[in-house]
């Protein structure tokens, strides 16, 4: 899917201004990941060694999606986020931990019912388009 920038606002304000920048991103993101640790299907999934890193990264891809700046290509290149989600098992049930956690996050944000519907319905049709596969979440 391609995911370079997002849509901005008529009168010129980016959507990441208008929710408050990135205090209330690097907010949604860590309640996100505080939540991924101890799931069951997604805690296997993350680098339990580098969970400070997964959340700058999902933070700065974020914040640039939403008109702000772009510091995650600067650092990690485009995007892609069909191909660097290759390497992990994203069926159905790992999408749908993945949103529960997200929209928990998201409704605990503090954010307009509007800026919170507007927030997840990206992150909803984009959590579809990562599915990779159908088979089950492998054992451990
Ligand atoms: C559908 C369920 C999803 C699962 C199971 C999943 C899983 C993962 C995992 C295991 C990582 C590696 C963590 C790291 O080291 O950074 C990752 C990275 C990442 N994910 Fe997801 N993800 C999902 C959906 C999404 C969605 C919907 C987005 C965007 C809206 C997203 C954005 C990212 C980004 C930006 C990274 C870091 C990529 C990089 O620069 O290396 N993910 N994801």
């Known amino acids: 899917m391609t995911v370079g920038t997002g849509p901005t606002q008529a009168e010129g304000q980016s959507f990441f201004e208008a929710v408050g920048g990135h205090p209330t991103f690097s907010g949604i993101v860590r309640s996100f990941y505080d939540g991924v640790a101890g799931d069951p299907v997604l805690g296997p999934m993350y680098p339990a060694e580098d969970m400070d890193g997964a959340v700058e990264r999902l933070?700065?891809?974020?914040?640039?999606?939403?008109?702000?700046?772009?510091?995650?290509?600067?650092?990690?290149?485009?995007?892609?986020?069909?191909?660097r989600h290759a390497a992990f098992h994203v069926n159905p049930e790992a999408r749908d931990h993945w949103l529960s956690l997200m929209r928990a996050?998201?409704?605990?944000?503090?954010?307009?019912?509007?800026?919170?519907?507007?927030?997840?319905?990206?992150?909803?049709?984009?959590?579809?388009s990562m599915i990779n596969t159908f088979e089950p979440t492998p054992k451990r």
Request: no cysteine; net charge neutral.
């Open 59 to 83: 933070t700065l891809f974020l914040e640039q999606y939403w008109g702000g700046p772009t510091t995650y290509s600067d650092r990690r290149g485009h995007p892609r986020l069909r191909m």
């Open 105 to 128: 996050a998201v409704e605990g944000s503090g954010l307009s019912p509007l800026h919170q519907a507007t927030l997840l319905d990206y992150l909803e049709r984009a959590a579809h």
